[in-house]
């Protein structure tokens, strides 16, 4: 039975989802709760979508803090440890370069569902991540 499971979670329904079911499947393991802010510090990254505008990192900060915040009252009952982590850059291979360097078991995460011309245009990080894991994915929708 797997022992530490990475659960990457933004502010959506299916995120939250996909952490009660790592809760369900795996009730006594470790679960890190990892949330990626997109850009970096610095350079082009800093500038959000097409827009041109710059980021409002402070406004990441703090949507972070309410996303771990839920995280933390979703998973206050879990007989495992609860860590909560904070990356940045592309989501996809964040959460991948997490899991190689981490030693972890499995990886749940929550997938939106799009298919046909939304998945082309908008790509799928779920999909990414399956494709690039070293290790198993559960993908939850």
């Not at 972070?64 to 909560?84: I, K, M, N, Q």
């Not at 904070?86 to 030693?103: M, Y």
């Not at 494709?131 to 994915?137: D, I, K, L």
């Amino acid at each position: 039975m797997p022992q530490r499971i990475l659960v990457p979670v933004d502010s959506s329904a299916q995120s939250e989802q996909a952490l009660e079911y790592a809760m369900e499947t795996y009730p006594d393991a470790d679960i890190t709760v990892l949330h990626v802010l997109e850009g970096s510090s610095g350079g082009l990254g800093t500038f959000s979508g097409m827009t041109g505008e710059p980021l409002d990192e402070e406004a990441e900060r703090e949507h972070a803090d309410e996303v771990f915040e839920s995280a933390r009252a979703l998973t206050a009952d879990h007989a495992g440890e609860v860590e909560t982590v904070l990356g940045r850059g592309r989501p996809d291979r964040v959460i991948v370069k997490r899991a190689e360097d981490d030693d972890y078991d499995a990886i749940v995460i929550g997938s939106h569902g799009r298919d046909g011309l939304a998945r082309v245009l908008l790509g799928s990080v779920a999909e990414k991540v399956v494709r690039r894991s070293p290790v198993p994915v559960v993908v939850v929708r």
